[in-house]
């Protein structure tokens, strides 16, 4: 497995070309924060008054309870650590907000193109992607329930909105120290890392943790792989979208396959060609239309 001992921090960069963060993030698999992310209309338009006023009915269902968005938005506002608001309150944007979908662009691209949104790849694998635009919605004290690496091993780029989001990090190579939940092998059974469970999960004290706060305005890049989890200071509106190119084709198609063999184990050899096959085009493709 490769070694990330070499990292210490993750990096805070502005000015990168699309080329610098390919080659030095992406293709190295390191996460970094952008400072200066384009000047999207969310940053202005996504205010807790105007969700309300727009979409204040719309329900979602938090560890048991339907809730409102207004009355999400209100209790993420008066939230404490003491006495927390629901968590967590993911929404959607291709479902609940289609029309808002304009203001978050244009997007990061990870690569040289962002597969999950190419016509190349069959919606059956696409149905299994539901946060491909995600808002969460999340107030002071609330945490991510578990450390976790995030499915179908995609990249991931998180927006912050409003609001300070501080993200823990552990790289790949801290897996054997992260207690692996065998049903899902991509979470932690490690639920406490402020306060873990020594006696019961006595390896996780050699895990390494990077930490960095992002603050509005400015979007961290997870990459494929990574474990994390998040620590919310104050009101907050982050952005979610997933990422599928060349560094993490293979893992995602794999993941994909294993399901179609779950459910149709005859037909999970149409997904290994598929993946090659399709990989091939992808890389050609990419290589003529999308050089740098």
Not at 97 to 113: C, N
Not at 156 to 175: S, V
Not at 202 to 207: I, M, Q, S
Not at 259 to 268: D, E, G, M, T
């Amino acid at each position: 497995m490769k070694s990330y001992d070499h990292i210490n921090q993750i990096e805070r960069c502005s000015g990168l070309s699309k080329k610098e963060f390919y080659s030095k993030y992406v293709k190295n698999g390191l996460p970094v924060v952008v400072t200066d992310m384009p000047n999207w209309s969310a940053f202005d338009k996504f205010t807790p008054e105007f969700f309300k006023a727009n979409y204040g009915n719309l329900k979602r269902t938090v560890n048991g309870q339907t809730y409102s968005l207004t009355e999400i938005i209100d209790l993420c506002q008066a939230s404490t650590p003491e006495n927390k608001s629901p968590y967590p309150n993911i929404f959607a944007m291709r479902v609940d907000f289609p029309e808002l979908i304009q203001d978050v662009k244009p997007e990061l691209v990870y690569g040289r193109s962002n597969r999950l949104f190419s016509k190349l790849l069959p919606h059956i694998f696409l149905k299994r992607i539901e946060n491909q635009h995600q808002l969460f919605f999340g107030g002071h004290g609330n945490a991510f329930p578990n450390v976790h690496i995030d499915e179908f091993w995609v990249h991931t780029q998180l927006t912050q909105i409003i609001g300070d989001k501080e993200f823990i990090l552990f790289a790949p190579d801290q897996t054997p120290y992260m207690y692996v939940d065998k049903v899902s092998n991509r979470k932690s059974l490690v639920n406490n890392i402020h306060e873990p469970d020594l006696d019961k999960f006595p390896l996780f004290k050699n895990a390494k943790p990077l930490k960095v706060t992002v603050h509005p305005g400015e979007s961290i890049f997870i990459p494929s792989g990574w474990w994390h989890t998040t620590y919310i200071h104050n009101f907050n509106l982050t952005f979610s979208l997933d990422h599928v190119n060349a560094f993490n084709w293979n893992a995602f198609m794999d993941i994909n396959k294993e399901a179609v063999r779950i459910n149709h184990p005859s037909l999970a050899w149409i997904v290994t060609v598929y993946k090659v096959i399709a990989g091939k085009v992808f890389n050609l493709k990419e290589a003529i239309f999308n050089s740098f």
